[in-house]
């Protein structure tokens, strides 16, 4: 049952547009500006590639600490104060990463930043359209996804130059500024719509059962499953960089090469709704994550030349964009619209954790066979292994069907 709250075509419209240029910026400045930077930050400031990165993955478990709870906050008051407080926070945290003059100092600004991410990013902007979009719903996640997906082609050159130029830390405060300037005043005034709590009652998972859903098991596969792809996903993500540096590729083609893969993202997301309306839930999860199964496998096995190395990027990010869709519409498709903040935000938590592991994880896999190209075949099993899980994370009434 569609959402009473639900906003009529216009207004839903701005709301989709408003978000559309908070996600690339935000997502450009907190998430795609780090793997350009992470390699000078270590030989600049003499710490360790994996204590720079330890630094970003303890955001990003921040992020997940709290994701249950800012969905709830949500799903109770509406995305505007809950984001744009998120951008008024994320601000000075970038700044005093930027400035920081010792690791420890470093490492707690990523942590303050992660406190903003949890309510910025993909989550909190999918509650809202989740909420407002109604029986739009997929086509508003579908148009953000797709915008946000330029995200990395946008910021990941542009962070590159402002590397080269003004050092990595003026590149950073020249990137919060951008964030300053953009999404604060975005969220606050563009976010200004009605929002009602939804307190419809909880629909069982199988019809029958009246435990709540998170306690089911085709909820709690579901939780494994997101998480074991995302981990291949964004581990994959963040160590590209290193395993292009390793094929013989140069900083900034590397760079390129991750931008390439943001264009990738939005030719997969293009084909989405055409996917979801010709598939069913399980085939269209498990066809995604076969899919981020053999690109991995291909970054893993090609060694080059440059042009097919920036194609397997361009096939990853189709796959990861995609992918991002998955998880987007993982609950909504399985169980409604009721609750769905509250839902999201536990399905939120272990993928977060995921997500923040997999940078540390990837380069852990690199030390430990040698070399990144082996890495990612270890990380092209976790992926195979949520495909396998796919047909237990459907509810009872889905498996029939």
């Known amino acids: 049952m569609e959402h009473p709250r639900a906003l009529e075509r216009p207004a ?89 003059p010792t690791y420890p100092a470093f490492f707690l600004a990523w942590v303050l930043l992660g406190v903003a991410t949890s309510a910025l990013l993909y989550p909190p902007a999918f509650a809202a359209l989740t909420h407002w979009g109604g029986a739009r719903r997929v086509g508003a996640i579908t148009a953000l996804t797709l915008v946000a997906g330029l995200s990395s082609t946008v910021f990941s050159p542009l962070t590159a130059v402002l590397e080269s130029w003004l050092g990595w830390r003026q590149a950073y405060v020249v990137l919060a500024g951008v964030l300053a300037v953009i999404t604060v005043p975005a969220h606050f005034f563009g976010l200004r719509q009605p929002w009602a709590p939804d307190h419809r009652p909880h629909p069982a998972a199988d ?14 596969v579901l939780l494994v499953a997101m ?37 990738g993202q939005v030719v997969g997301r293009l084909g989405y709704g055409w996917f979801s309306r010709r598939t069913s839930v399980g085939v269209r999860m498990a066809t995604v994550l076969a899919a981020v199964v053999l690109t991995t ?58 997500t923040a592991a997999a940078p540390w994880i990837g380069s852990v896999f690199a030390e430990a066979t040698g070399s990144y190209a082996r890495a990612f075949l270890v990380l092209a099993g976790f992926a195979a292994f949520a495909a396998v899980l796919t047909p237990w994370s459907l509810p009872r009434r889905q498996r029939r069907t």
């Open 12 to 100: 839903l419209r701005r709301v989709v547009a408003v978000l559309c240029v908070t996600q690339i910026t935000s997502w450009g400045v907190i998430y795609y500006a780090f793997p350009v930077l992470a390699p000078a930050i270590g030989r600049s400031e003499g710490w360790s590639l994996s204590g720079v990165t330890g630094a970003f993955s303890a955001s990003l478990f921040t992020a997940a600490l709290l994701g249950i709870a800012v969905g709830r906050w949500i799903e109770r008051y509406g995305p505007r104060t809950v984001m744009t407080s998120g951008s008024l926070l994320a601000v000075p945290a970038v700044v005093a990463m930027a400035s920081a």
């Open 227 to 263: 998480s074991a792809g995302a981990l291949c996903v964004y581990a994959v993500v963040i160590n590209l960089v290193p395993l292009l540096m390793e094929r013989g590729l140069s900083t900034y083609e590397a760079a390129i090469a991750l931008g390439i893969g943001g264009v």
């Open 207 to 220: 019809g029958g059962s009246g435990r709540s859903t998170w306690r089911t098991r085709p909820f709690v």
């Open 297 to 354: 496998g291909l970054l893993a096995i090609l060694p080059g030349p440059l042009y097919a190395l920036l194609a397997i990027s361009a096939l990853v990010g189709i796959a990861r964009g995609v992918f991002t869709l998955i998880e987007a519409t993982a609950v909504s498709d399985r169980w409604g619209t009721a609750r769905f903040g509250h839902l999201n935000g536990i399905m939120s938590a272990p993928i977060m954790l995921a």
